[in-house]
Structure formats: C-alpha cells, structure tokens
C-alpha cells in the first residue's frame, strides 16, 4: 500500500528535519506550505477533473503544483498526521459575498489540530485558502492579527459546535464556516466535480494562482498580478513570456509544456472578456 513521503515533502517545503509536536513546529509547517506550494487552478482551466486521493494530490504537490483545498489541505493533513499531530478534516463553506447566504456549502476542507504538547490551545489549520492566514490561528474568539491582516474567528450560527472565520476585508471572500463533524476527503467528491466543470463555477470562469507570505498575499487572475498587503499594486502581464515567468518565480508553478500554450489562451481571453465588460 502507497504511502506519503514524508521525507521528499519536507525537502519541497525548504523543513530540513521532522520535529516533534508543537505548536511552534506546526507554525513552521503551516508558514512553509503556503509559501511554497501554490494554490492554483491549472486542471479546471484545462478541463481536468483531478484526482482528491491525497497521495496524488501529494505527487503533484512535489512535481511542482499544487491545487486548491481539497488538494492542499488534504496533503497538509497527510503529513501532519505522519508526524504525529491530531489532525482533524470538518466539511466547511466559504461565503463569497457578504450577500451570499453562509453555510456548510461543501467548498471547502478545514482543518483543526488539537492536543499539542504546549498549547492547551486547538488550532485552526488552513493551507487552501490561497490568501489566506500565513500562520495557524488559535480557535479563541476574537480578532487575529497577522502581518498586515486581521482575521476574526467565531462560533458559527449555521453549525452549531463549529466555528466561523471571517476574512481580512481584502481578502478574496468574505467568511468561511464549519462544522464539529469529521469528514475524510471522499466527502467532497461530488462538489469538487462541481467546481471543475460547473460554468458557474469561479474556478472554471478565472485562472487563479495565490500564494502567502509574512508581508501579504499574491494573486494571479487571468492576466492580472496583485501584490496585497500594507498597499496593494497590479500590473497587467500581457506578455506570454513575462505571465509564465510569474507563474514560475512569484508562485513556483511548474506548467508542463504541452499544456502552457490551452493555459495562456484561456487567461487571454479571460482578460479580454472582463475588459469587454468593464468598457
């Protein structure tokens, strides 16, 4: 039977050596991830249905991709499991929109870590949210500063027992809630075929790649690239060459050569029609 491999997925995210449980440690893992392994969509925008088997999330993890959160968390709590932390999946839903309704949707996979040696604290513990926290945030209500954004965390009133993130006002959604319950990845098979292949769906309608630092988040969609923290700045890449160098020195994707020239087409025209509808 298939196995993670611990090893070669720490040397992917610059952590020399495993350590033992702890809370700083797991701030180590958490900061490393999402600095390094790329929230993107590159399979929706080819028309790909991925695979949620969290090995092969994991192999494209070290081949240089990454996924959303289904793919990214998933992977997350395979190795944090691996090295022996309390690691717990919940079935959650991110609210766009301050108008959309909020609930348990099926968009996303959160993550709790509990019973650190010392922290009486539990944690929430998200890798897949592409601008998201740098760090992971203790599950005390109230507002969380990191770096330049503050983050609030809750008790949900659509899940009773679960919790309620609320994102930094500049952020790419407004809330995110979920639920006491324990899930497995397999739970979010029917929503994630959804989300890759529904018109509807924002995935399908808009390349994105984001990534996450101490000083603030990047962001790719279509052809625009924004720098968000303290200030945030964009710079339109309608270069072919200078899109791709971004995609490789900002977010450290690796596109293979067959699929660079579909991947560019799309985020062109993408560019084309928001242009279209703004004039």
Same mark, same amino acid.
């Given at each position: 039977?298939?196995?993670?491999?611990?090893?070669?997925?720490?040397?992917?995210?610059?952590?020399?050596?495993?350590?033992?449980? /702890?809370?700083?440690?797991?701030?180590?893992?958490?900061?490393? *991830?999402?600095?390094?392994?790329?929230?993107?969509?590159?399979?929706?925008?080819?028309?790909?249905?991925?695979? !949620?088997?969290?090995?092969?999330?994991?192999?494209?993890?070290? &081949?240089?991709?990454?996924?959303?959160?289904?793919?990214?968390?998933?992977? *997350?709590?395979?190795?944090?499991?691996?090295?022996?932390?309390?690691?717990?999946?919940?079935?959650?839903?991110?609210?766009? @929109?301050?108008?959309? =309704?909020?609930?348990? $949707?099926?968009?996303? %996979?959160?993550?709790?870590?509990?019973?650190? #040696?010392?922290?009486?604290?539990?944690?929430?513990?998200?890798?897949?949210?592409?601008?998201?926290?740098? &760090?992971p945030l203790p599950?005390?209500?109230? /507002?969380?500063?990191?770096?330049?954004?503050?983050?609030?965390?809750?008790?949900s009133e659509v899940?009773?027992?679960?919790?309620? *993130?609320?994102?930094?006002?500049?952020?790419?959604? $407004?809330?995110?809630?979920?639920? &006491?319950?324990?899930v497995t990845v397999?739970?979010?098979? +029917?929503?994630?075929? $959804?989300?890759?292949?529904? #018109? +509807?769906?924002?995935?399908?309608?808009? *390349?994105?790649?984001?990534? @996450?630092?101490?000083?603030?988040?990047?962001?790719?969609? &279509?052809?625009?690239?924004?720098?968000?923290?303290?200030? @945030?700045?964009?710079?339109?890449?309608?270069?072919?060459?200078?899109?791709?160098?971004?995609?490789?020195?900002?977010?450290? !994707?690796?596109?293979?050569?067959?699929?660079?020239?579909? %991947?560019?087409?799309?985020?062109? =025209?993408?560019?084309?029609?928001?242009?279209?509808?703004?004039?």
């Amino acid at each position: 039977m298939a196995q993670l491999d611990v090893p070669a997925l720490l040397r992917r995210l610059g952590v020399a050596d495993a350590e033992p449980p /702890s809370a700083a440690a797991l701030a180590r893992l958490h900061r490393a *991830f999402v600095e390094r392994v790329p929230y993107e969509t590159v399979e929706i925008q080819l028309g790909r249905v991925t695979s !949620l088997d969290p090995l092969d999330s994991a192999a494209r993890v070290l &081949a240089g991709r990454g996924g959303y959160c289904f793919h990214l968390n998933a992977v *997350f709590a395979e190795l944090l499991g691996a090295l022996g932390y309390h690691v717990t999946r919940h079935p959650g839903g991110a609210q766009m @929109t301050p108008a959309d =309704a909020p609930g348990i $949707h099926l968009n996303h %996979l959160a993550l709790t870590v509990r019973d650190l #040696p010392d922290s009486a604290d539990a944690w929430l513990v998200d890798v897949g949210l592409g601008d998201g926290p740098h &760090a992971p945030l203790p599950l005390v209500e109230g /507002s969380h500063r990191q770096g330049p954004f503050t983050f609030v965390l809750r008790p949900s009133e659509v899940a009773p027992g679960g919790w309620r *993130f609320e994102h930094d006002a500049r952020g790419s959604f $407004h809330a995110m809630d979920f639920a &006491a319950d324990t899930v497995t990845v397999d739970h979010f098979a +029917e929503r994630h075929v $959804h989300l890759s292949t529904s #018109p +509807e769906s924002g995935f399908v309608r808009t *390349f994105c790649v984001e990534r @996450t630092d101490a000083e603030g988040w990047d962001v790719l969609r &279509a052809l625009t690239l924004s720098r968000i923290g303290e200030t @945030t700045t964009k710079t339109v890449l309608d270069d072919r060459a200078d899109w791709f160098a971004a995609l490789a020195d900002v977010f450290g !994707l690796v596109v293979a050569d067959e699929d660079r020239e579909p %991947l560019w087409r799309k985020a062109v =025209a993408q560019h084309e029609a928001r242009l279209a509808t703004a004039s």
